[in-house]
């Protein structure tokens, strides 16, 4: 908030609430080049009418916590994987006219991905989709014994991975009580660090896996991966995390956390496309563990000796050597593309830029609307770009049409949740602010 006022300052002394003030913080952003890099839908596209008619400008979007926009690089790199399909066929897994072999396609995927989680090239994998790849991390990791057969979510997890965690169970013939939850407080929404820890340490004896969000897709909390882990860890607990709204999102350091696994999607803020591929994390110290058990597949074997069709499995060094199947291209391709825009900048420019957009989304809801409506249930303290508000039952309904009249793409989660989150590879303090405005006419109307 300081640095929010310094502007202000420096603006003339211009009110943080002035549509103004967000053309100002706009103009002196050095991360503003960025938005150029991407596709921003106009109205008439998201609305699906003619472009012939009537006026057309871009929507603003804040919905890059559920689906991120197309990064323009990623249009480039997948006609290029097409035009070198339709020209070379097979030969195009050897020989690239981009130097992008796609025998060996995951290598430069892992290379730029591994800094977003501060991570190690040989402990970042490429494969498949989020949920199957927490089921083949759980494959391996969670070895359930008559003292430690426990795992520990969150109570309000996001439903795929209270299924995955389910059906683990189910799979091992245990009692559904396996699942340990940990829930907030009776009156609170968010979990206390606190109370997490002192659940691992009342239970760590009978918990084999702690595997939480790390952010919650519901609140936007941010959980605290370095404190829990360390403390599930002095339990003998395995510890992975599912990043799936924290990837793209907010800076991690997986190896210097002692992270042993990790997942995530990379279509929100990593901005792949609906459905794209997804990464994993498993850290170092098992990169040349044979005897951990796997589920496994041709492309986790030696890449030197795999087209010698031997059938004696020798894995690949490190994450590698979970990749069941090899990299599907066109879905790598539009990753890649997207990977590109991050090595314009670093996580910690982009965390800078996010931390003073959702500060000012904060200041002004609190400011224009108020807690009459409305409800902040993101915590100030733990959280990456997203701010989930919960209004009143009267006014959700006409609000969430008024947003999306307006061209304010958010979203919704029943009963009365708006979950808004400015990104900031693309968004602007002015799409804040007009965000904010939509809210105080939508809510002005229904009063």
């Not at 699942?179 to 979990?191: F, H, V």
């Not at 990169?287 to 087209?307: C, I, K, M, V």
Request: aromatic share 10%; net charge negative.
């Amino acid at each position: 908030m300081d640095r929010l006022e310094e502007a202000a300052k420096a603006a003339g002394g211009i009110a943080l609430e002035d549509q103004g003030f967000a053309q100002f913080m706009d103009s002196r952003d050095p991360l503003a080049f960025l938005r150029n890099e991407f596709e921003i839908p106009s109205m008439n596209q998201v609305a699906g009418n003619s472009r012939d008619g009537g006026d057309d400008y871009s929507c603003t979007y804040l919905c890059g916590n559920s689906l991120g926009l197309q990064p323009k690089r990623a249009r480039v790199i997948l006609n290029e994987e097409m035009d070198e399909w339709a020209a070379r066929g097979v030969a195009g897994h050897h020989r690239h006219s981009k130097d992008r072999a796609w025998v060996g396609y995951r290598k430069q995927i892992v290379e730029k991905m591994a800094p977003l989680f501060g991570a190690k090239p040989v402990e970042v994998g490429v494969m498949g989709t989020l949920t199957a790849n927490l089921h083949i991390m759980l494959a391996a990791f969670y070895r359930p014994t008559a003292e430690r057969f426990k795992i520990l979510i969150e109570s309000k997890a996001f439903p795929s991975d209270h299924y995955a965690v389910e059906s683990q169970l189910q799979w091992h013939k245990l009692s559904p009580d396996a699942m340990l939850l940990a829930k907030p407080r009776d009156g609170e929404l968010t979990l206390r660090t606190s109370d997490i820890l002192e659940l691992i340490e009342r239970e760590g004896s009978a918990i084999a896996v702690v595997m939480l969000s790390g952010v919650q897709f519901y609140t936007g909390q941010a959980f605290e991966i370095e404190k829990i882990t360390a403390a599930a860890h002095a339990k003998g607990c395995i510890v992975g995390w599912d990043l799936a709204h924290a990837a793209g999102n907010i800076p991690l350091r997986l190896h210097d956390w002692d992270v042993d696994f990790a997942c995530w999607c990379t279509y929100k803020y990593m901005n792949s496309g609906p459905g794209g591929i997804s990464g994993f994390f498993v850290h170092q110290r098992y990169a040349r563990d044979t005897s951990l058990p796997r589920l496994l597949g041709w492309w986790a074997h030696d890449e030197s000796t795999r087209f010698d069709m031997t059938n004696s499995f020798v894995p690949n060094e490190g994450a590698a050597g979970f990749e069941i199947s090899n990299t599907p291209i066109m879905t790598a391709a539009t990753l890649l593309g997207s990977l590109q825009v991050f090595e314009l900048t670093s996580m910690d420019e982009l965390h800078t830029k996010s931390v003073l957009l959702t500060t000012y989304l904060e200041y002004l809801l609190n400011k224009r609307v108020g807690d009459g409506h409305m409800q902040i249930i993101t915590p100030k303290e733990c959280r990456g770009a997203q701010l989930s508000l919960l209004f009143d039952a009267e006014v959700f309904e006409p609000l969430f049409q008024a947003l999306a009249d307006a061209g304010v793409i958010c979203d919704e989660r029943k009963p009365n949740c708006i979950r808004i989150a400015p990104v900031p590879l693309y968004n602007t303090f002015n799409d804040v602010w007009k965000c904010v405005d939509t809210i105080c006419r939508a809510l002005d109307l229904a009063a």
